[in-house]
T-cell receptor, first 114, second 116 residues
Framework: AQSVTQLGSHVSVSEGALVLLRCNYSSSVPPYLFWYVQYPNQGLQLLLKYTTGATLVKGINGFEAEFKKSETSFHLTKPSAHMSDAAEYFCAVSLSGGADGLTFGKGTHLIIQP | ETGVTQTPRHLVMGMTNKKSLKCEQHLGHNAMYWYKQSAKKPLELMFVYSLEERVENNSVPSRFSPECPNSSHLFLHLHTLQPEDSALYLC???????????????FGPGTRLTVT
């Protein structure tokens, strides 16, 4: 079985500061990994995804994530936070690439301080 | 309409009511999904219709009944719900091919369900 752990239900950073949202997964085989963002009263929007190959993945809105197999991690980063980044962020894992659905973490609420 | 749409956006129902949630995808995809999003819990996959096959999730109570009449439409029929079923119900779709691949899921805005 696969699972996802997101450390920190809330993360607060100052505008312009580095954003780091942590995600660890457990899986018996290398999985497909995703980060989604959810703004208030909206559905989930895909930020980025990892399949195989390059371990540093770039996504939309300046976000990127690095797959580290030895640490079973897929942390999300952005060099400089913007007020518009305030949202809920979800890490997800799949063994089938998503065909059979995704397993999500509990989410991290990102707060941007002015 | 574009993307994935869901109706209604908000629903309040009593425990003895019967209602249905509707999802429509305008992306030409061949797989659709229902997820439940409750406060302080991870999104839970409820049902999958992929390549015209329904994938069951045995932990979903029988008071939730999905229907997928075609690849563009997905329903979730609700009856005799409990207050703990109050949640945001999200629909998603993706394009699935035979064999390995990455199937990006596109989500609708959700239906906020309140059971009184």
């Amino acid at each position: 079985a696969q699972s996802v752990t997101q450390l920190g239900s809330h993360v607060s950073v100052s505008e312009g500061a580095l954003v780091l949202l942590r995600c660890n997964y457990s899986s018996s085989v290398p999985p497909y990994l995703f980060w989604y963002v959810q703004y208030p009263n909206q559905g989930l929007q895909l930020l980025l995804k990892y399949t195989t190959g390059a371990t540093l993945v770039k996504g939309i809105n300046g976000f990127e994530a690095e797959f580290k197999k030895s640490e079973t991690s897929f942390h999300l980063t952005k060099p400089s936070a913007h007020m518009s980044d305030a949202a809920e962020y979800f890490c997800a894992v799949s063994l089938s690439g998503g065909a059979d659905g995704l397993t999500f973490g509990k989410g991290t609420h990102l707060i941007i301080q002015p | 309409e574009t993307g994935v749409t869901q109706t209604p956006r908000h629903l309040v129902m009593g425990m003895t009511n019967k209602k249905s949630l509707k999802c429509e995808q305008h992306l030409g995809h061949n797989a659709m999904y229902w997820y439940k999003q409750s406060a302080k819990k991870p999104l839970e996959l409820m049902f999958v219709y992929s390549l015209e096959e329904r994938v069951e999730n045995n932990s979903v109570p029988s008071r939730f009944s999905p229907e997928c009449p075609n690849s563009s439409h997905l329903f979730l029929h609700l009856h005799t719900l409990q207050p703990e079923d109050s949640a945001l119900y999200l629909c998603a779709s993706s394009q699935v091919f035979l064999g390995q691949g990455l199937y990006e899921q596109y989500f609708g805005p959700g239906t906020r369900l309140t059971v009184t």
